[in-house]
Every structure is written in C-alpha cells, then in structure tokens.
C-alpha cells in the first residue's frame, strides 16, 4: 500500500482518464443546501491525505460534490453545487479504501461514496461536506472465468471498459443503462439499477454474483460467491441498492453471457397504450423475453418514434441463440396481432440514439423544470397509474408536460418511465419541481406502485421513504445502525437518520 502522497494530487488531472461530468458546467464553488458541515480537523485531513491521493483545491471538491441530479443542475447555472466537501479523496487500491474509512471511522466525518456521479437523485451529494470517496480510479477486470460466465471487476470500471475488456473473449454482461458511458460497474450495483436489454438479462442483482465491500470502520468482507446458496439471508442483496450507506463496494463478480450476434427486430403500433401494455403482459406471461420491449404513450411516440400523434409504439428487440429469438418473435407477433406491424426502421433509429439525452439539457439551460420518475407496478395496475400519474402532475401549476413510456417487464407488472416538464418563473423552479414530484409520487403509491425501479432513491426521494415502506423501513434503519454505528457513510440519504443533522429541503 502506498503511503506517500502529495496533498492535492489531481484525481481529475488531464494525465488520468477522462471522467464524465454532469452536462450543466458548475459556474462557481458556492454550495445551495443550508446543512451543517462538518469541520475536519487537521489531523484527520493530514491523515486522510497520508491514506491515498487527494485534494483540497476548491474547484475540485465543488466539481466532484454534484451529480446529474436536474434540481442540481439548475443550482450549478447559478455558480451553485448542492453541498462542497472537504476533501476528495481517490484510492486506487481496496488497502486505500480501509484507510480512508478508518480515519473517517475515528475523526467521525461524513463520508459518501460516489464514482461516475450520475445519479439523478442527488444520491452522491455529499449533503455535510466531509470526504468525497471518488472511486473511478478503482477500476479494472480482474478475471474471467469463461466457463462459468462469472466476471470479477473492480467497483470503479465504467461500462465500456467492462464490456471492451470481456468482449474480447467474446463475452458480454448484458447491462447496457441509457448511462451505459457515464456510470460504473460498482454505481450499478448500489443504485440497483437497470439496462435497456434488462427484459432478456435481468437487472443489475440478477447479474451479481459477489461483492466485495469495505464496511464504514475498514471491515473487508465478501459475499456470494456460488450460483445460489442456503446459508442464512442474502447478504450480497444486502448491499445492493444500499447506495453507499451501508459499505464501499470495492470488487464484484457479474454473470456473463456470449455476445450476441445482429438482433431481430421489430416493431407495432397501438391504438392505446393500455392496449399495447396488456400486449406486453401477454407476451412476457407466455414465457418470451425479448431483450427489449418498450412501449411509448402517444406523445413519446410522436416526439422520438414516427408516431402520428394518435398511435403508441412498441419497439422490440431480441438477440442470442436463434432459436430462442425466432420463437420468442413468434410470440410476440401473434400478441400484437391486433396492432399495426411497422417493420425494423424505428428499432433501428432507437439503437443508434437511445443513450441522447441532449435535448432535456437543453431545456433546463433554458429554465425548464425537467427530470423523469420510474416506478414499477403489477399490471393490474398499471393502467390506473398512467392515468393517475399524469392527471396529478399536470395539475401542479406550470407544469406542461407529462408523458410514460413502458420499458422493463416482468412475469408479474413492469415499469413505467415518466417523463415531466415545467416553465415556473426563476423564484419558483424548486417549489415547482417539489410540486411535481410529491403529485407523482403520491399518485404512484396511491394506486399500489413503488418508489423507484431503478434510479434509486437518493436525496430526492428521502423523504418518501417512511410512507413507501411502512414499518418495514425500521428493517433498514436498524441495518443502518448495525453496519455503521456512527452514521459515517453516505449520511442524508436513503431517509435514513443522521447523526449529523437533517437535510432543509431543498
Ligand atoms: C443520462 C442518464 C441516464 C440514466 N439511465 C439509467 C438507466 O438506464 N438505468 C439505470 O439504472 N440508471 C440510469 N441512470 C442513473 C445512474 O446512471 C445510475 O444510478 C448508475 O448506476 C449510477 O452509477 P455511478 O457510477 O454514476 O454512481 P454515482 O452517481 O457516483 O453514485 C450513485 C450512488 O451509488 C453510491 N456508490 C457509487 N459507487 C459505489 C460503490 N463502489 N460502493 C458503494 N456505493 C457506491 C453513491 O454513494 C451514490 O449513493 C441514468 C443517469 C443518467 C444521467
């Protein structure tokens, strides 16, 4: 382990890889949220400092203290980033991450881990100030066991070097997010997240095989590590969806698969969208699982599909072993029977443009309030919660748009991805958006969804946390306490209580 490094080194220095930053530049180093940060001594910063490299410039602590989070992204135009830490600290090492944590761990200072920072919920914020555990420079793939199908990586490898680095031996791990370049492997698993070909592969814990994870007081432990076990509860899911809050994930082992060769396509147009949901539900019910299955309301088809207006598209795609996708495509056509068959074309667009998300930053650059809200449902459901979602949101003064589209399918429901957009005056953009999301949210558990399929919950969803889970939220409170006693680790989030204050909201 090494031991000596220069204060200040540059983890975003223009000799490392190039990171992805949140799209909206950071005009300043001004912070937005009024929380109590936590002083770090000396002592500590010289220690943390000794632990691996870090910096304490200004402009890297407020650039590396802001995700893709959009309420933040309205606060970066304004010279603003929601919270600035202390110190960023950059091991390269899983040695570098116990050190780090053992100081946080005695000094009692916050610590939030964070990696591409693309979370849209404000989940790598770090709300009072302390380390930020940048973990990109974690990164790489340790071994491919190609008989098995098992890939072990280290928590900060992004996506494309994921896949480049497997797909040379001709494997893939299948999860491709719209933020496929922007996050990483370890980022996936602490958000529980979800790819665009998940209908086929699975989310993200469906993948995972094993973690390693640093717990808050430097504790190594390892979990999983067979196809399927009987040894008391899941301790690998334990961390995942933990967002930080419960240990560092430094090192995890993924399933893999053969890469596939060119997809099967096609695609269909409905008359309604509860039409084209129940398509779907009849599809998955029957046993097909093509890779992608989305179905878009009549104004998402008409703004990115060739829609007219009037009808709802349903793109769909399946790749792998032939057989399987001939008879899943079988399948698929006779479900949509009563639909308009429409050919590859749109697929194809789809493939080519579906991780652009340009256009939505080019509204919050002009003062729209714009983010988007995915929550799963059963499907008996789903319908009352299309309805229910936009006529709530659409409601909320300013708002002027409010749009789904359904993008992951299950035996037993799906999710739904909506989609919002509002012109508030500049006084009223964080009224606006908290308007917004308490009408979607409330609208979604009023009708027997969840809080979140994929993006997590964050800070943005914290305060729902309680009303979404019930008593069972106590579950996870107790865990918080158990795992991290001095409440170090990734504080203000989840809902979670802190030992180090409550978060103004917003
Ligand atoms: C344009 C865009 C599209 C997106 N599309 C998708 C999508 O299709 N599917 C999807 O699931 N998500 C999507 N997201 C959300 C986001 O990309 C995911 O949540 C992603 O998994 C976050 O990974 P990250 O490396 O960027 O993590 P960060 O944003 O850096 O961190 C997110 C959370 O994970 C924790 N964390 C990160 N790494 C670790 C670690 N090693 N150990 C412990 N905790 C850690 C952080 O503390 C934080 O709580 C999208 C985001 C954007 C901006």
Redesign the pocket.
């Known amino acids: 382990m090494t031991t000596d490094h220069s204060p200040d080194a540059d983890p975003a220095d223009p000799a490392d890889p190039v990171r992805p930053t949140p799209p909206i530049e950071l005009t300043g180093t001004g912070s937005h949220l009024t929380t109590t940060v936590v002083e770090v001594s000396p002592a500590a910063l010289a220690a943390l400092h000794a632990a691996c490299p870090s910096s304490t410039a200004i402009g890297k602590r407020a650039e590396a203290s802001r995700?893709?989070w959009p309420l933040a992204m309205h606060w970066a135009l304004v010279g603003q980033a929601p919270q600035v830490a202390a110190i960023v600290c950059s091991p390269t090492t899983t040695d570098e991450v116990v050190a780090v944590l053992r100081v946080c761990h005695e000094h009692r200072v916050p610590v939030?881990?964070?990696?591409?920072?693309?979370?849209?919920t404000g989940?790598?914020v770090p709300v009072f100030g302390g380390v930020l555990l940048d973990?990109s420079n974690l990164h790489g793939v340790v071994h491919l066991d190609e008989v098995s199908g098992v890939v072990e990586v280290v928590?900060?490898t992004f996506g494309p070097e994921l896949e480049r680095e497997i797909g040379a031996h001709g494997h893939s791990v299948g999860h491709f997010?719209?933020?496929f370049d922007?996050?990483?492997v370890?980022?996936?698993v602490?958000?529980r997240?979800?790819?665009?070909y998940s209908t086929r592969y699975g989310k993200i814990e469906d993948m995972v095989v094993g973690l390693e994870v640093v717990l808050a007081d430097g504790t190594v432990v390892r979990t999983g590590g067979a196809p399927a076990a009987a040894a008391g509860p899941d301790l690998t899911q334990l961390f995942v969806g933990s967002?930080?809050t419960l240990?560092?994930?430094?090192r995890v082992w993924l399933r893999t698969h053969a890469v596939s060769g060119p997809p099967t396509m096609a695609s269909y147009a409905f008359d309604t969208f509860e039409a084209g949901i129940d398509a779907c539900r009849r599809i998955i019910q029957r046993g097909a699982t093509p890779a992608v299955l989305r179905l878009y309301d009549a104004p998402e088809s008409a703004r990115g599909q060739g829609g007219d207006g009037t009808q709802c598209m349903l793109l769909v795609l399946d790749e792998g072993d032939h057989e399987i996708v001939d008879a899943t495509m079988r399948v698929v056509a006779a479900e949509c029977a009563a639909a308009v068959s429409l050919g590859v074309e749109r697929v194809e667009r789809w493939t080519h443009h579906r991780n652009d998300?340009s256009a939505l930053q080019a509204l919050t650059r002009k003062g729209f309030v714009v983010d988007t809200l995915e929550i799963a449902a059963p499907w008996a459901v789903l319908g009352e919660i299309f309805d229910a979602v936009r006529t709530a949101m659409l409601a909320v003064p300013h708002a002027r748009a409010a749009t789904c589209h359904l993008s992951h399918s299950y035996p037993d429901g799906a999710c739904l991805y909506f989609t919002f957009a509002a012109t508030p005056p500049a006084d009223e953009v964080e009224s606006t958006y908290v308007a917004l999301w308490d009408a979607g949210t409330r609208a979604v558990l009023a009708h027997g969804g969840n809080l979140s399929h994929?993006?997590?919950v964050?800070l943005n969803r914290s305060r729902y946390m309680r009303e979404a889970l019930g008593p069972a939220f106590d579950v996870l409170v107790a865990m918080k306490h158990a795992l991290d006693p001095t409440g170090i680790l990734?504080p203000g989030?989840l809902g979670l209580p802190s030992p180090f204050g409550e978060v103004p909201w917003p």
């Open positions: 995700d893709w939030t881990p964070a990696a591409g920072r693309s979370s849209v989940a790598s973990l928590a900060g997010p719209q933020s922007l996050a990483t370890g980022g996936w602490a958000c997240g979800a790819g665009q967002e930080g240990g560092v994930v430094t998300t994929h993006h997590g964050g990734n989030k």
